[in-house]
Structure formats: structure tokens, C-alpha cells
């Protein structure tokens, strides 16, 4: 289901994103005046909710068109979906929050970007979770602590942001167009968001270690046998460890002000590293075992009529490797019947990715 | 009448200069009663503030003062040498003068434009040299008009609203670096106006404590006592002493100072060691003095916001790029408003003249009469029926004469030269301009007050 009712309104919505943060910027640049319109601050309120409200019907849609499982977040545009119209939300929290004016000049480029992420990733990274692994409960307590982590790590960066501009702007004697976000407040806000970043990053993390080590063979796991050194666990560390440092920077104060805007900005760039390092390593697995996985695919369509159960299934089946898994390995699980005549995967690869993607 | 007005600004001289020849009001009744003495047909008003010493005279066009003899005086009452002062002071007469007096008024010629508290310190200038007796019908129209006009020019144009004065653009930025004041210490360093008016505006958010440093430890308490009789809310406020200084330094968020001394107070090396206790809060600095009281050097660290009074000037110049539009506004409707006070003061003048004039031509067609009528009588032919259709004559060709002149005079015509036929009726007649104060009174107190000058 990457198809136009996905992206369209996506793409839409990102345009709407769009117009909503320029309204909120003119008035932050420093040539303009604190004309603030209430006409153009409410056009900007009914952009961000026809955000929220968009990304929120658009995964609800999704949910029902491909319900595979009991969860809506199915693939990582549900993810960003989820997360675009928690984002929006916040957004809209912040602009109704006299204490946080001019925050939302600084949030909604944010949401922008990461609703362009949302419409790459339904256009042309499309990928799935994992279906075999679904059914953990580890892994749903791995998604949403990681989803709502990042959420509030994106407002604590957003937070330091603007605590930089405002900080630029006082430094350099330039008068701010009225009373905007103090920088007492700006604090206050990046010491929340990153105590509240820290103890779901390590929730996230700790069921993250479960997921790995649950594993009966180490070897299989999919950051390898010495996953503890792996990429994605560092970055998460040391993003974990900057939140640890920026939730007491009241006390560790050779932190404070500038250097704990630049860290909270830091700690949300770590995060997202951390994602995008185990988005590319297993881009790279995939992408070895894509051939395999077809012909294994395939041949599983050709032998097994019961993968033709639902057109839908079987659409998802040819696009993803883990339902190859699926049917490989848990019979019990799903329409797909493995029938005990047909032989393994025949190249070693593909058994390999079968083997990681089941377990 | 001549308009004269000799003083010295923060345009024209610099704090030490200002400061040395600014007056209270002791002093400013002392000069105005000097003046009187001296010469007794002008009319003074003196506004000092801290950034002015303006002394406005208005004379009969013949007499003293000139603007040299304001200038000794100046010199004499505030003990600054003639030859410093001349060289710091400018003076402006006539509808210069009057003019400046009504941009000072409406807050145009201020460090910050359209600021309120200038249009109250004129007010109250005039009352003071009403009470010592100096203020003829001159000098009342002139600063009834300025002060309406100031009041008029702010309320049309919108020149003085929002963050208009230092302070309250100094509480603008704290809003900006502060989110609540209640757990906050201010520390004010010094005890003058400008210390007085940064600690009201910040009174008003209500901060947590506020204490005072000062050289002199009873403006301190003074100064904590009058505060103390106006704040709402619970703000503990208390003079410290000088030696506490550095310890304020660590427990304050907000620092105002503004002394009057030429090093300045707060210098980095004894601000660096500081920065370790305060355990990196953010420091909010204001430094109202000239020269800075505060190392600009300091302003540069972490976590410390250093503002000085061009700053807080250049951010209201900054935050209101419309105010150039306002002031040409403003501009208009003053030049607009003294050109009217001027011309009811030159009608008025004019009436005088006129009335001399008359007066003047009178007597000579009394003289002329007499003559006649020795004349007359010595032909024998006099009696009382021909005086009476010579003094009609008389009166008839003085009127006739005098009509077509007056009637020029009279018509309301705003492009008339009235200074031009003024000058010209004097010096062709010989006329003297009148005095408009009461020269006889050895005691200006008893002086009774001009017509209608009672009340602003």
C-alpha cells in the first residue's frame, strides 16, 4: 500500500507544513516586524491541525486497508505517521502556549522535514517491520518507547535551537520582536524533554538488549554475535549518556546555556543516526538477499496455494523477505502454509536472512 | 519679546559636563531668583534633568539678557568655568528656541525617543519658576502649548507607546532571558534617577529581592526606604553595603548599575573569579553610566547578557523601524503647534505695539492741539466748540492713517511677516517693548501672578 493514498496526502500535507512554518518564521527574521497578524496565526493553527488530523486518518487508513496484526505501525511510514501527528499535536500545544512563542517557528521545520521523510520513505523506501517478530510484545515496547523517545528528544532539540537563536539575539543586542520564549524557559523545556528522552531511551534501549539477547543463537541476531559493539548500540549510548548529562545541566553546570542547546541538539542528531545506521546495514542484507528471496518467493507462491489466501497477503509477501520467513518458519503463523515437501532456500544467503529474519 | 534659550544636552556635552552644571530644585529657585535680580523684565524657566540643563528666557526685545549673559549666569550659579560652558552649551532664540522646547516636551530630543517622564520634568520646571515669580504671559503661553502639543503629539502619533523608555526596554530584555521573577535578586549599583526608574520598571514583575550598593550608604537607604513605600507584592528590598559587592555579584540575576564614576566598577578580572560560584546562572547586566561602569569585556562570557545604555537606545531604533514615520508625524504636528504659539505671542506682542503706537500718536496730536490752540487763542477766535472739532480731527486722521497699516496687521494671514512689521514699527516710531512682568516689586514672592497662569 504505497500507493497514491499514501503519498498524495502525504505530500500534501508536507506543502501545508511548509506554508505553516514560513508564517511562523516572518516574524522571527530580524528585518520584519512584530506584526504578527492573528489572520496569519490562524491559518498557521488550522495548517499544523490539518496535519495532525491528516497523518492521524491517513494511518488509521492504512491500518484498516493492510491489517496484518493488531498494531497500526506496520511499516516505518506508519512509524513517521504515528510520529507526524504526535509531533503535530505538540505543535499545536506549543503554539497555543503563551510562554512558548516563536517555539513553533523552530517546530514546524522540523515537522516538514520529517514528514518529506514520511513521503521517501511510502514513495520509495517502503519497507515493512518485521512480521514474524510482531507478535512480541518486546518489540512493540521497543517501537513506541523509541517513537515517543524521539518525540520528546525532537522538542528538546527544537527547544535548543531556538535557545540559540534567542541567545544570538540577546548577545548581539537586536531586539526581539516582543516577548518570545524566554531562554529561563527554553531551559526548563530541554531539561524536561531530555529527562523524559532519558528514561524512555533506556527503556528503548533495555528492551532493545532483551530483543538481542533473547536469542538462542547469538550468532543470528541481526547487528551479529558481538552486537555490543555494533554501531547502533554505541550511537545509542553515547545519545543515551548526552541525555543523562542534560537532564541534571542545572547542576553540572559547565554545561549550561549554550553548550546544553548545542547537546540537545546533538543528542536528537545521535538518535536519528542510530536509526539510520541500522537502516543501512540491514539495507545492505536485504538488498544481497533480494534475489534469493525471490526465487525462494516464488516458489513458495507457485507450490503453496494457500499463500493465495488474500491478494493483499500475497502483495505483501512479494515485496518483503520476512514474509518468506514467516512462511519458512512458523507455520502457525498466518495464512501461509509451509508444506513439508518443499526444500530450504537454496542459496546459503538467503537461508541465512530466513534464519535471522525468523527468530 | 525675544525667546531665548541656553543649555546643554546629551547631544552637546557629555555626562561630567551635564552633570556638573545639573540643578535641583534648590539650586534652579536660587538661579531663577538670581536672574530676577538681575534683570527684571525677563521672564526664566529652568528644566534640569539628568541628560538637560535648559534655561528658557523670554526678554523685551531691547533688554538683557543676551545669550552670553545667560550663559555667566549658568556659570555662576553652577561654579563650571564661563569658558567650558561656553563651549558645551548652544543656545537657540526665537522660534528656534521655542521649537526645541516643544520637541524636548513631546520626547523627540530624548536618548529615547518619545519617552514619557521629560514631559512631567518640564511641568515641573515651570511650576517651580512660577512659584519664584519668573514666569510672565510669555513663557506661560509658550510651555502651556509645548505641554499639550507633547501631550497631543504622543496620544496622535503612538510615539511613546509600548516599550518607550530605557527601563522598560532594559524589563523587555529580562522577559527575554527570565521566565519568572519571583525567585530572583536584582542588585542595583548606584542611587540616582536613572537607578530609580530601572528599579520601578522592575519592580513591577514582582522580583524576589532587590538590594542597593552605593558609595554613599544614606542614598542607599534612602533610596530603599522610598522604594520600599511604593512596591506592591512581597519584593524584599534593602541597601547593602559597598564592600558586599562582590558577594551580590554571585547571588544576582539581574545587575543595574549606573554611578557616576569615571573607572568602571565591574572590571573582568574581578568579575572572571565570580563566574565559579554563580555556577553558571544567567546574569543579566545593565550599565546605565557614561562613562560604562561595567567592562565591556564582560558582556562577551557565557551565560552573561551585558547591555549599556546605546544598546538599549539602538533596540528601540531597531525593534520600531515606523518610528522614523512617527517622528516626521510628530515633527509635523509640533511645527505646526509652535508656529501657533508663536504667532499668539507675536499678535499679543503686536497689540502692545499697536497700542503704543497709538498711544504715541496721541500724544503728539495732544501737543499738536495745544499748539493750535495757543494759536488760536492769540487771534482771539479760540473757544471751547473748536477744541472739540480739532480733537475730533486729530482722532479722525490718526485713524484714517493708522487704518490701512493695522488692518495688514490685524488680517489673520499665517504667511504675514509680523516679526518684519514689529522690527519695523519700533524702529520707524521709536518704540520700546514692555516689559510682561511687574519690574517693581523688591520681593519677587509677592509678585501677583500673571492673568490665567495658574494652572497648566
Known sequence: MTDAATSIPLILMTALSAGASLIAIRPLRPETQSKAGSGSSAIQHLFVGAVALGSI????????????????VESHVDGLLLMCALFAGAVLFIQRRPKLRGLAAFALPLLTLMLLWAVCASLWTYRPFNLASIAS????????????????????????????????????????????????????????TATLGFVLLTLSLLSGVILITRNDTPDATPLGADWWLSPKVILA????????????????????????????IAGLVLVIATYGVVEAIEKREAAADSTAVRVFNSRCLDRAPGCHTTARRA??????????????????????VWHPKWSPPSTGRAGKGVTSCAS | MRLLMVGLNHKTADVASREAVAMDAGQAGALLRRLRERYAAAEAVLISTCNRTELYVARPVHAEPDAEGVRRLLA????????????????REQEQAALHLFHVCAGLDSMVLGEPQVQGQVRRAYELAQDQGTVGPVLHRLFQGAVAAGKQARSETGIDAGRTSVSSVAVAFARN?????????????????????????????????LWIVNRSPQRATDLAQRLAGQVEGDTQIAPRPWADLDALLIEADIVVSCTGANEPVVRVDRFKPLLKPRRNRPLFLID????????????????????????????????????????DRCEHLLNAACARCMGEIRHRDLGALVKQLRTRLNTIADEEQQRTQRKLAAQGVAN????????????????????LPLSQLDRTDPDAPLGFYAAALRRLFDLEDEPTLPVSTDNPHDAPPPAGSSTL
Open chain 1, 137 to 192: 510484545a518486546w518489540l512493540v515496547f521497543h517501537t513506541v518507547s523509541t517513537y515517543i523517545g524521539l518525540l520528546s528528544c525532537a522538542i528538546g532539540a527544537i527547544g535548543g535551537a531556538m535557545y540559540l537563536y534567542m541567545q544570538r539575539r540577546l548577545k548581539t543586542k537586536q531586539a526581539l520582536p516582543g516577548r518570545l520564549a524566554s531562554l529561563e524557559t527554553l531551559e526548563t523545556l530541554i531539561i524536561r
Open chain 1, 315 to 336: 502483495a505483501v509477501c512479494e515485496r518483503t523477505w520476512t514474509a518468506v520467513a514467516l512462511a519458512h518458519s512458523k507455520p502457525a503463523y498466518g495464512p501461509v
Open chain 1, 57 to 72: 486518518t491517513v494511518l488509521i487508513v492504512r491500518w484498516l486497508g493492510l491489517r496484518q496484526s493488531w498494531s497500526p
Open chain 2, 76 to 91: 555662576e550659579q553652577s561654579g563650571v568655568a564661563y569658558e567650558k560652558l561656553a563651549a558645551t552649551t548652544m543656545h
Open chain 2, 288 to 327: 546605565m553610566a557614561v562613562p560604562r561602569d561595567i567592562d565591556p569585556a564582560i558582556g562577551a562570557m557565557n551565560n552573561v547578557y551585558l547591555y549599556n545604555l546605546d544598546d538599549l537606545q539602538q533596540a528601540v531604533g531597531v525593534t520600531t523601524d515606523d518610528r522614523h514615520a512617527q517622528r
Open chain 1, 237 to 264: 549510548t553515547l545519545a543515551w549518556a548526552v541525555y543523562a548529562l542534560l537532564m541534571n545541566v542545572r547542576h553540572a553546570t559547565a554545561f549550561r546555556g549554550r553548550r546544553a542547546a548545542w547537546l540537545a
Open chain 2, 177 to 209: 532571558i527570565f521566565d519568572h521573577f519571583n525567585d530572583k535578586t536584582i542588585a542595583v549599583i548606584g542611587a540616582g534617577e536613572m537607578i530609580k526608574g530601572a528599579a520601578h520598571a522592575l519592580l513591577r514583575e514582582r522580583p524576589g529581592r
Open chain 2, 384 to 403: 471751547d466748540r473748536h477744541d472739540a472739532v480739532i480733537r475730533e480731527h486729530n482722532h479722525r486722521l490718526i485713524n484714517k492713517i493708522l487704518h
